[in-house]
Nanobody, 126 residues
Framework: QVQLVESGGGLVQAGGSLRLSCAPSGRTFSNYVMAWFRQVPGKEREREFV??????????SYGDSVKGRFTISRDNAKNTVYLQMNSLKPEDTAVYYCAAKATMVVVSKDSLYPYWGQGTQVTVSS
């Protein structure tokens, strides 16, 4: 079983930055593809793919709405994955979730990730 714990959310003004962290435990971190999704209140059935990173960190993928503003990275020695969010917009306001899957392909479909964190709130004020 993989347990994921996110941190780093909060309130920020538009144009500002935040960095989210996710620290998995229970298995070898480097064996897992890691991803970030977000969910807007009132849209509980929709989790939007934000970014994903391959086991080695050699490949990353981003959702269209965050390309050029967000950066996903991982430090396998520290068992941590990060999401650096710059130029934040009010529409980035959501609960951000860290997710993990054991296969080596980064995908944007949330149902293919069996492991999830509890989520961290990000609020961007205008």
């Amino acid at each position: 079983q993989v347990q994921l714990v996110e941190s780093g959310g909060g309130l920020v003004q538009a144009g500002g930055s935040l960095r989210l962290s996710c620290a998995p435990s229970g298995r070898t971190f480097s064996n897992y593809v890691m991803a970030w999704f977000r969910q807007v209140p009132g849209k509980e059935r929709e989790r939007e793919f934000v970014a994903g990173i391959k086991n080695s960190g050699s490949y990353t993928s981003y959702g269209d709405s965050v390309k050029g503003r967000f950066t996903i990275s991982r430090d396998n020695a520290k068992n941590t994955v990060y999401l650096q969010m710059n130029s934040l917009k009010p529409e980035d306001t959501a609960v951000y979730y860290c997710a993990a899957k054991a296969t080596m392909v980064v995908v944007s479909k949330d149902s293919l990730y069996p492991y999830w964190g509890q989520g961290t709130q990000v609020t961007v004020s205008s």
